[in-house]
């Protein structure tokens, strides 16, 4: 959540309007949340036909339907807009159960002019920061689709840029969430479970409206599994719905648990045990957050201490090496390229350049810009939409000042680091060695002193 939440992308925009319009909606039915009791209290003997009869009230009371509050409504569209809009607009998925029930729900003349309002609230202001930087009408979010579905001059194929299998978000999920996202995607099941052991099996009950509200989960999370080129970041729309989903799994599993031990222990001669589980279920879901939390702080202290090393390098050549430079320089990157953090990195852009050097990657590399003011509208040369390498990228090594680069012995490229003759170490971390390191869940957790003899470390 601290990656997805502190990224400056398109799904992290997206994320953050989803996020306040699916509250908005949930606000609006508030009448539907779970609202079942977080465990049946145990009847008397002597008062069990009374019980049962408030039993029955209470589920009718928990189904009650409450007249919607519009108002709700009105911002969840306006939220939404600006995920689609100013965010990520293929994400405008996730909206679609939203969108179904606001149609069937909401008179539609206010639809329609919330619709119009929103869209214009944030489309307008975007023309006309973008007219103002490319010198002509653009529409950011059309150019996206256009190229995305191969529109005019469109690429329309994202496997240029890789594929994963199905199970990958799957095994991804479980790394970044741990028990979280399986608590996640058992929401649903959960939700309906539990409606068949208390005889709610109507789509206006409880358990199918929570089931409803998830389904944006489930929807993204599918499409996604389905696309053959993943990437992390293409599930950052749903990862406040992970939390809440989880959350509701939990709930429902201590209430389900309540509901099934409750006749038993009511009868004489009921293990102790069993009424023991009964009156505890609260320490379950501590027991599952404090397991979740362990999971968590080992698998950042293992991001940190396996993959910190290129922020370490580049802090110390923006700190130490370039801080006080008078002369220009060329800071040389190869089949590192992709871990340069950003140039916030390099302190004056005037003075210090970055540059490639060729490696194994054969894809089209990033250039700059012309000079401001025309960099923001002339249109770059040697570009192109298929992926493919563009050799003018490349500079010589003895055109370089600095090269940053991970040495392991099984790289096709030049060890730098090893010719000392031309090149000195100013700087060193160790980094992880993944194909050296056999050892998986050791890899993916850190556990002090195991991890540490398991895995192999090289100089970055």
Request: net charge neutral; charged share 10%; proline share 7%.
């Amino acid at each position: 959540m601290f990656i997805s939440s502190a990224s400056f992308l398109p799904s992290t925009f997206a994320m953050y309007g989803f996020m306040l319009a699916y509250a908005a909606w949930f606000l609006s039915y508030h009448s539907y949340a779970v609202s079942t009791p977080s465990k049946p209290k145990q009847p008397s003997s002597s008062s069990s036909s009374s019980s049962s009869s408030n039993n029955e009230t209470n589920n009718n009371d928990s189904n009650t339907k409450k007249p919607i509050d519009y108002s709700w409504h009105c911002y969840t569209i306006l939220a939404g807009s600006f995920g689609v809009l100013m965010g990520w607009p293929f994400a405008g998925a996730i909206l679609v159960p939203l969108a179904i029930d606001l149609v069937l729900s909401m008179p539609l003349a206010r639809l329609i002019m919330w619709g119009i309002g929103s869209v214009s609230l944030f489309l307008i202001p975007s023309i006309s920061v973008d007219y103002y930087f490319y010198h002509k009408p653009i529409i950011a979010v059309l150019n996206i689709m256009m190229y995305n579905f191969g529109g005019s001059g469109g690429g329309g194929d994202s496997e240029l840029f890789g594929t994963e299998p199905w199970w990958f978000y799957l095994v991804n999920g479980v790394l970044n969430f741990n028990l979280v996202l399986p608590l996640a995607l058992l929401s649903a099941p959960m939700a309906l479970f539990v409606g068949w052991l208390n005889g709610w099996l109507t789509f206006a009950a409880t358990p199918f409206r929570t089931a409803f509200f998830l389904s944006p989960m489930y929807l993204w999370f599918g499409i996604m599994s389905y696309l053959p080129h993943k990437e992390e970041r293409f599930l950052y729309p749903i990862y406040p719905l992970f939390c809440l989903a989880a959350a509701v799994t939990l709930f429902l599993i201590m209430f389900g648990i309540s509901r099934l031990l409750l006749p038993i222990i009511q009868k004489k001669g009921a293990p102790k045990i069993l009424r023991m589980v009964f009156d505890n279920l609260e320490y379950l879901v501590w027991a599952t957050v404090c397991l979740s939390l362990v999971l968590s702080l080992s698998r950042s202290a293992s991001l940190y201490v396996n993959y910190h090393a290129p922020l370490d390098v580049w802090q110390h050549l923006s700190d130490v090496e370039l801080k006080d430079a008078k002369q220009t320089s060329t800071i040389c990157v190869g089949k590192e390229w992709y871990r340069f953090p950003s140039h916030y990195f390099v302190p004056s852009s005037s003075l210090h350049q970055v540059a490639f050097l060729r490696s194994d990657f054969h894809g089209l590399l990033p250039k700059y810009y012309a000079p401001w003011p025309q960099g923001t509208y002339i249109p770059p040369t040697t570009m192109n939409n298929m992926n493919k390498e563009e050799t003018d990228r490349y500079v010589q090594p003895d055109q370089c000042d600095y090269i940053v680069d991970f040495d392991f012995p099984a790289q096709g490229e030049p060890h730098y680091a090893l010719d000392t003759a031309v090149w000195e170490t100013v700087f060193s971390r160790p980094f992880l060695d993944a194909g050296a390191s056999h050892n998986k869940l050791l890899r993916a957790f850190y556990i002090p002193y195991f991890s540490n003899r398991a895995n192999s470390y090289q100089p970055y």
